[in-house]
């Protein structure tokens, strides 16, 4: 049985990014999911009244990406397949048209490492792709490379269970 006892808000520095399948290491920050309804404006020619509201198309926001620069070419590979330089000489080779698009899997864990919420992010393709910061001799900052992904929707997957926290047991008592 889940706690349903929790009232402190869970924390936002601890998550996991899922694509092919496997856990995206050094991941360090999110962009918020975000959905915007267009409004449709309408109004009866007969209604002297003000002008009626409509929700119209759907729009899924751009999520943003960033992981601390090591030898993971993750986030490379999966820019490459929007656009690849060394291929751009042949035609037809600088995009693979077959596999750009990836599903992503956002995970909040709590405390304890425990996954508490996922988001399932379909259709998923790189926008834009930094591979290096601004790099600075005098600074003293980790390196984090970006990329921002296009989707076509999310949704928070309700199949996970929220687990029991652990509770702590003093040995001493």
């Given at each position: 049985?889940?706690?349903?006892?929790?009232?402190?808000?869970?924390?936002?520095?601890k998550?996991?990014?899922?694509?092919?399948?496997?856990?995206?290491?050094?991941?360090?920050?999110v962009?918020?999911?975000?959905?915007?309804s267009?409004?449709?404006?309408?109004?009866?020619?007969?209604?002297?009244?003000?002008?009626?509201?409509?929700?119209?198309?759907?729009?899924?926001?751009?999520?943003?990406?960033?992981?601390?620069?090591?030898?993971?070419t993750?986030?490379?590979?999966?820019?490459?397949?929007?656009?690849?330089?060394?291929?751009?000489?042949?035609?037809?080779?600088?995009?693979?048209?077959?596999d750009?698009?990836?599903?992503?899997?956002?995970?909040?864990?709590?405390?304890?490492?425990?996954?508490?919420?996922?988001?399932?992010?379909?259709?998923?393709?790189?926008?834009?792709?930094?591979?290096?910061?601004?790099?600075?001799?005098s600074?003293?900052?980790?390196?984090?490379?970006s990329?921002?992904?296009?989707?076509?929707?999310?949704?928070?997957?309700?199949?996970?269970?929220?687990?029991?926290?652990?509770?702590?047991?003093?040995?001493?008592?």
């Open positions: 049985m889940a706690t349903l006892k929790r009232i402190v808000p869970y924390k936002n520095y998550f996991q990014v899922q694509w092919d399948g496997k856990v995206v290491a050094g991941i360090n920050h962009g918020a999911l975000t959905r915007t267009q409004v449709i404006t309408w109004r009866d020619g007969g209604d002297p009244s003000a002008p009626h509201h409509s929700p119209g198309q759907v729009e899924y926001g751009p999520i943003r990406l960033e992981q601390g620069l090591t030898v993971d993750e986030f490379e590979a999966w820019a490459n397949k929007v656009w690849d330089y060394p291929n751009s000489a042949q035609l037809g080779k600088e995009v693979s048209l077959g750009f698009r990836k599903d992503i899997t956002i995970t909040l864990l709590n405390e304890a490492g425990q996954a508490v919420m996922a988001w399932n992010v379909y259709k998923c393709w790189v926008s834009e792709y930094s591979a290096t910061p601004d790099l600075d001799a600074g003293n900052a980790i390196a984090i490379r990329m921002t992904v296009q989707n076509e929707g999310w949704f928070r997957d309700s199949d996970l269970q929220i687990p029991d926290e652990p509770i702590f047991s003093d040995p001493s008592s």
